[in-house]
């Protein structure tokens, strides 16, 4: 793309120069820049995921801060074009990172900011909508419906999978593994089965009271246990969701020999990133074994689905959609831009990135902080006392 035609300019004659290259949900984002003497320069060009070479456009001779997507190759290139423009301030708007290489930044001294928490809850219902959708075939029922073939109740008319007293297996039991794990125990009674690198006490101890308050009152306690391999997850659980971050040790985590261990009837979910499944092993996997299900919300070849997927009736599909609420995407725009502001303004980095909330109250001003800066260590960034 040569320079942008459509940029929607906030503010011309401030001080620091901050570009978003997407318009992004809400105002409030907008105005804690330009309260803080900021022109915020809004790629509004009709390109969904912009080049590199849009965004070196983007940037120009003189850039403070970019606030940038998911969808973006931020590297070498791009952070040494910030860095010649005088930027030193970047912050995906979402909370993985992979698209970033955050060596590159260090390298340049850019700080890397990303949106955690915000998202967690958001993230984890449409995993969980996408389990029922999938162990219900409702999408099925729904185009069976629309095309006017109903022609009256059968015992055997999409008959689906019962989820109270399965088990749901979680592969990264982070925070939206965690909650998403809590919403299947909590809400359909479900015992868990997880695999994390890391023990996810607050979990155990959530699911262990559940339990206890169940068989208090006269019914089946749910139970958890944690995973010594991700296998034992597979092949012990009826409703599997993947929530691990991406890098090299998750990349196709799910495979055609890990597929083979799972339960013929199983449901498997996908809301982190598409390439910790090989789609190309899932879609045959999926036409071998019709009672198995998926639902995805992302794709290894984004955003293209792996040839045969889009035909399979045993595969939920929606478009990365899983931090689309309103509060949700307003709050990442937010984040992000406070991220870029932070640094701009020599703020320090906020202590913990797992408590944002004091960012997100719209009565009153932000914390002169950085909220959540990924390479804070690498670039020796102070801490905030706040
Ligand atoms: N589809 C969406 O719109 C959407 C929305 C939000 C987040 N995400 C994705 O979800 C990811 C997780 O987000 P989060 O906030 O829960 O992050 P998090 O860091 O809280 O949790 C990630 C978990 O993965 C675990 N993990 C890392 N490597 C692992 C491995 N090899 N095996 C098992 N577990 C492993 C970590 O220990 C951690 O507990 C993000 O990095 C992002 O890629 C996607
Ligand atoms: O990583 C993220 O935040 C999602 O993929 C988009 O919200």
Known sequence: MAKPVSIEVWNPNGKYRVVSTKPMPGNRWIDLLIEQDCRVEICTQKKTILSVEDIIALIGDKCDGVIGQLTEDWGETLFSTLSRAGGKAFSNMAVGYNNVDVNAANKYGVAVGNTPVILTETTAELAASLSLSAARRIVEADEFMRAGLYDGWLPNLFVGNLLKGQTVGVIGAGRIGSAYARMMVEGFKMNLIYYDLYQATRLEKFVTAYGQFLKANGEQPVTWKRASSMEEVLREADVISLHPILDKTTYHLVNKDSLAIMKKEAVLVNCSRGPVIDEVALVEHLKQNPMFRVGLDVFEDEPYMKPGLADLKNAVVVPHIASASKWTREGMAT???????????????????????????????????NPSIVNAKALGLPVSRL
């Open 335 to 369: 984040l992000a831009a406070l991220n870029v502001l932070g640094k701009i303004k020599g703020y320090p980095v906020w202590s913990n990135p797992n408590q944002v909330e004091p960012f997100l109250n719209e009565n009153a001003p932000p914390p002169a902080a």
